[in-house]
């Protein structure tokens, strides 16, 4: 599977990159794209959002960031 960008800078970009300035308070907006179950996981920062089903759910995830730079991240619930 992947990731695909929604507005700004990032949109229709496939798996953009996570960028994290100093300081920062993150927020990411999981939009499910194909019905399956689907989360958002970040491992440097040991986050990740609900797992979300069916086409056009969603579920936000929030954190206060500790480092800065670009960050991997994955969805847990498979291929
Ligand atoms: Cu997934």
């Not at 929030?62 to 994955?74: D, L, M, Q, V």
């Amino acid at each position: 599977m992947y990731f695909v960008g929604v507005g700004g800078q990032i949109d229709g970009v496939l798996n953009p990159d996570l960028h994290v300035p100093d300081n920062a308070i993150v927020q990411i907006t999981l939009i499910n794209g194909d019905g399956a179950l689907h989360d958002i996981y970040v491992s440097d920062f040991n986050v990740g959002s609900d797992q979300i089903a069916g086409i056009g759910a969603s579920s936000v995830l929030a954190f206060r960031a500790n480092a800065s730079g670009n960050f991997e991240y994955f969805c847990t619930g498979g291929p």
